[in-house]
């Protein structure tokens, strides 16, 4: 890709305060850059560099290039600098600058290939391509699908968070129409940024957006938010270069798409035998290496949602990591992703999850990761279970690893209360203790936490060994054992976890 006049002149003055005078053509591709020579042919798509002690000669009939000059600070005016010409306001040398000039052709070349390489390959995500295009545009771009829902999201090549982004302005339905007011239509179903029109109706129309479809099929939308500084007719330029691989993005099907793949996965849910055939064919789908790891993950909607999000869910997991799969199943989604993969990415599950789900009225669970996809179901299973031990106000989601114990307890007591799993031992030192000045309970916990050694208690209990020894004996004759025996220790200790 080569670089236009405003491209040029916007990376430059990352670097130097610049002068500089708009030529007619200035959304001219530009020709990587050559040391001025008095004997060269100019080319109006040209760069020069030149020193200004250089002479300059340009003839009335000649078609004049993109000059840029190197001179100390008030050699020249604005007022009189010819057009498509780029004044550097330092003493830096020509070499310099042409390094740098150089430098900004080779990053919007680099920024190109790398967008073709991610699209090219069928396992690189959304997220990453506008990861990579961040830094280049240098403002907030967020992608969202023909729901409104965000897909991906980046700032200066890291991911944003959804409460950051311009989702808001889409979601009010006042300030779209006000958007809307405020743009004109440029070609097909894109639009622009009207600045004439925009100052009436507030900075929530300072972005760019783009409508993205395929024939009378919306796909989406592809934002560009100003941060730092307003956004120019060369970011536009960009915008519109990005569409066309976001396009290609939301277009490239599903490596695990289609009902085959569904239907494998689905057989696995209901623990239904499947073909060996069939296995390796999702195992490919999924990108899988050797000693790759998978996870199942459950996503509970409210009824009424589940037709509405069950799309977009099932697009996010293909958009975030293209080795996954999901569908609905018993009226949730279920979701299977290359978890060896996902972690290759650098990626926190906690937070990949959380992100996503904060805007809608869903809980997940999760798996613990697994090797063998014939075993979907008890991890579809685990993962089920663990939606009743979220904690929303917290996180909205958790991993079976995370809520164990929970769950345990959980079903060690059934229909019972729990009193009524307590030993008679235990039940006489909780009536004793509400008598009692001691904390036996506590002092039995801790007793227990410390492998029932007398010196690390009563240090615990910021009392003396003899005074804890005391207090042991007492404890031990309500309880009526000394806990030696591993079977009653271990029924005591689920005892005083389900007291908890």
């Known amino acids: 890709m080569r670089p236009t006049f405003h491209m040029l002149t916007t990376q430059l003055s990352k670097t130097w305060k610049l002068s500089c005078s708009d030529p007619s053509q200035a959304n001219l591709p530009l020709q990587p850059p050559l040391l001025y020579d008095s004997e060269m042919r100019l080319q109006s798509d040209q760069v020069y560099i030149a020193h200004a002690t250089q002479k300059i000669s340009i003839q009335a009939d000649e078609v004049q290039g993109i000059f840029i000059c190197c001179c100390e600070t008030g050699i020249y005016e604005q007022n009189s600098i010819a057009p498509g010409t780029i004044v550097i306001q330092s003493a830096v040398s020509v070499a310099t600058v042409m390094n740098q000039v150089q430098a900004i052709f080779v990053m919007y070349q680099q920024w190109v290939d790398t967008l073709r390489q991610i699209v090219s390959d069928g396992n690189r995500s959304l997220q990453e391509l506008l990861d990579v295009s961040s830094p280049v545009l240098g403002h907030l771009l967020t992608v969202s699908d023909e729901n409104i829902h965000i897909l991906a999201s980046s700032n200066e090549g890291q991911r944003v968070s959804d409460d950051h982004s311009i989702l808001g302005v889409f979601s009010d339905d006042n300030t779209l129409d006000g958007l809307k007011m405020a743009i004109r239509r440029v070609s097909g179903n894109r639009y622009a940024f009207d600045p004439q029109h925009a100052r009436h109706i507030g900075s929530s129309s300072e972005l760019h957006y783009i409508h993205i479809t395929d024939g009378q099929i919306h796909l989406g939308i592809l934002s560009m938010q100003p941060v730092g500084q307003p956004l120019q007719e060369h970011d536009v330029q960009l915008l519109e270069l990005l569409s066309d691989y976001v396009k290609t993005m939301l277009l490239r099907p599903s490596q695990t798409g289609g009902k085959f793949f569904g239907n494998v996965l689905q057989s696995l849910l209901d623990g ?76 926190d599950f906690y937070d990949w999850v959380h992100r996503w789900l904060l805007n809608m009225d869903c809980l997940a669970g999760a798996s613990d990761s697994f090797a063998e996809l014939v075993k979907v179901n008890d991890y579809y299973t685990e993962a089920k279970a663990v939606i009743h031990f979220v904690n929303p106000e917290l996180s909205r989601v958790r991993t079976f690893a995370d809520c164990w114990q929970e769950y345990v307890l959980h079903h060690c007591v059934g229909e019972l209360p729990p009193s009524l799993l307590f030993p008679p031992g235990l039940v006489r030192l909780l009536d004793y203790d509400e008598q009692s000045a001691v904390d036996y309970v506590e002092t039995l916990r801790i007793w227990l936490e410390e492998g029932r050694n007398d010196s690390r208690t009563a240090s615990r209990l910021f009392i003396s060994r003899n005074s804890f020894l005391s207090r042991k004996e007492r404890l031990v004759s309500l309880l009526g054992s000394d806990l030696s025996d591993v079977d009653e220790r271990f029924r005591v200790e689920l005892c005083l976890r389900l007291l908890k």
């Open 272 to 347: 239904l035998p499947v073909p060996e055939e069939h296995l390796e064919r999702l195992t490919d789908a999924l990108d899988t290496q050797p000693g790759d790891q998978f996870r199942c993950i459950v996503i509970q909607l409210p009824q009424q949602s589940l037709t509405n999000l069950s799309r977009y869910i099932r697009n996010r997991f293909q958009m975030e990591i293209p080795a996954s799969i999901a569908i609905v199943h018993d009226q949730q989604i279920v979701g299977l992703i290359n978890d060896t993969r996902f972690a290759r990415k650098d990626r």
